[in-house]
């Protein structure tokens, strides 16, 4: 069975966790720490990183620093993981949904000005953020999502969970133009007021579990550095004004985190180059839709999906046993926020439909991404698409 990841694990890593066992320093002290935090922050064109335990309380320390007031809302995509949505509610506010984008899966930024518009005056004032989502390696477009945010004064979250080492190009331009244009790209990670990021064991960089929020905003870097250490009070320990969390990142999960950070343009690159592989041996299969690369982005490829057309009379499901059979493991896409009995029960989304995300999250999946991925996988999982869009009286396809 080829797995749909596999972490990429090497001799450095090793190296730096004997270090920090050897040290003592195991736990949320310690050099790798540190180094982990600056380093990062200084790749994505940062000033301030602040690594806690996983992406999703890097999401929920950086909601956290918006003290938001019960009602206040944030809009985020509904085709995201529910993360987003979590961090939303447990700092007392309102997550409001945005359906998709057909072509690259990201919230679709034609659709949040009206979904602000169709507000009253006195509900838009409730709106404090937008928090885009770079959703499998393919970055949104931000430039429409700055400037909605200068437009009626939000705070942007930026997810770059899944898009480590993507990148923007901040004035769109044709592909050819891109080597003319280099010092108008720039990092996912870097285009938000906070930005969050996984480091989840599938992600391009891995510590395990753990995860990162950097920004440029010191008052939101110190804010944040309390939230994910229980609001200790720097004048006295284990006195508390505010209530905060144990979210710290360890100085172990740091050191492997510090030395695959030491090797990220060789794990990006493997990744693009997955991607190339898949694109050049799926393209030409009907009934197909894969990722794409927009001109104005750089797509990594952090996880290769695939949208069935419903002329196949397949779903992914459907699809999916199809090449479990075949010995390919995959997962579905996200089902969208409007779509989770959990929200239904508290009385959210009740009634709202985003036909892109709900298309999507019927007809999507992704194939193997793993960064120890082989042509011969890539060949062998390839076969095993075009055999299972064969099967079962299924009109021929390619």
């Known amino acids: 069975m080829i797995p749909v990841n596999e972490p990429l694990i090497g001799e450095k890593e090793l190296e730096y966790v004997s270090e920090c066992l050897k040290s003592g320093w195991i736990s949320s002290s310690g050099r790798f720490i540190e180094e982990f935090e600056q380093k990062w922050a200084n790749y994505c064109g940062m000033k301030y990183g ?61 659709k949040i000005e009206k979904c602000i518009r169709a507000k009253s005056k006195e509900q838009r004032a409730k709106i404090r953020a937008i928090m885009p989502v770079h959703i499998y390696g393919h970055p949104c477009d931000m ?33 050819e133009e891109r080597s003319n244009l280099n010092k108008k790209w720039r990092k996912c990670g870097s285009l938000g007021d906070i930005s969050c990021f996984s ?18 905003n010191a008052e939101y870097a110190e804010k944040a550095r309390s939230l994910r250490n229980l609001c200790f009070t720097k004048e006295r320990r284990f006195y508390h004004t505010e209530l905060g969390h144990n979210f710290r990142l360890t100085n172990l999960q740091s050191a492997i985190g510090l030395a695959q950070l030491e ?49 196949t009379g397949i779903e992914a499901v459907e699809f999916a046993k199809r090449l479990r059979k075949n010995g390919v493991d995959t997962r579905p896409f996200f089902l969208g926020m409007h779509e989770q009995p959990v929200f239904h029960q508290m009385g959210l989304f009740n009634g709202e439909h985003y036909p892109i995300a709900e298309r999507i999250a019927r007809q999507g999946l992704y194939l193997p991404s793993g960064l120890t991925l082989t042509e011969k996988d890539i060949n062998t999982v390839t076969k095993a698409v075009k055999k299972s869009l064969k099967n079962d009286g299924v009109k021929k396809l390619s």
């Not at 004064?153 to 480590?164: Q, R, S, T």
């Not at 064991?201 to 510590?207: D, E, H, L, R």
């Open 50 to 110: 602040i690594a806690v335990s996983n992406g999703t309380t890097a999401l929920q320390v950086a909601v956290g620093c918006l003290d938001l007031k019960p009602g206040d809302e944030v809009i985020i995509p509904t085709f995201t993981i529910i993360s987003c949505a979590l961090a939303v509610i447990y700092n007392t506010g309102r997550p409001v949904l945005v359906d998709s984008e057909s072509r690259t899966w990201t919230i679709d930024v034609s």
């Open 143 to 175: 430039k429409p999502i700055w400037e909605l945010a200068k437009k009626y004064n939000l705070v942007i979250i930026e997810d770059a969970a899944e898009a480590h080492g993507a990148e923007y190009l901040t004035g769109h331009c044709e592909p």
């Open 199 to 216: 480091f989840y064991a599938n992600k391009i960089i891995t510590t395990g579990e753990g995860g990162m929020v950097v920004t440029n």
């Open 263 to 311: 090797r990220i343009e060789e794990l990006v690159e493997k990744k693009r180059w997955i991607g190339k592989m898949y694109t050049e041996r799926l393209k030409d299969i009907k009934g197909l839709q894969l990722p794409v690369e927009e001109s104005w982005a750089k797509n990594v490829y952090w996880m290769y999906g695939v949208v069935l057309d419903e002329s």
